[in-house]
């Protein structure tokens, strides 16, 4: 499988995060270029994609997003 995803990335206090704006997947890092390499990772365990066909297989285009405000139970 082939995809092509996008991706808000934004700071929570210490923590980078990265959601993918097609597929409810986010993940995290100490920075915004770690956050990004664990969504593809990410991704690609949701997509069920071999680790050897994971640079060919998903495409990330980050975008900058605005704070993004706590989720609320």
């Known amino acids: ?12 206090g210490p923590w ?3 959601q993918c704006r097609e597929i ?3 993940s995290q890092g ?3 270029h770690e956050a990004m390499s664990s969504l ?4 690609a365990l949701h997509l069920d994609i071999d680790d050897e066909d994971l640079e060919e297989s998903i495409r990330i285009t980050m975008e900058t997003a605005p704070h993004q405000p706590k989720h609320v139970a």
Do not use: I, K, Y
Not at 2 to 12: I, K, L, P, R, Y
Not at 40 to 43: H, I, Y
């Open 1 to 12: 499988m082939n995809g092509s995803f996008s991706a808000a990335v934004w700071q929570e």
């Open 30 to 32: 100490t920075s915004a």
């Open 24 to 26: 409810d997947v986010a």
């Open 16 to 18: 980078f995060v990265a």
């Open 40 to 43: 593809r990772e990410a991704l």
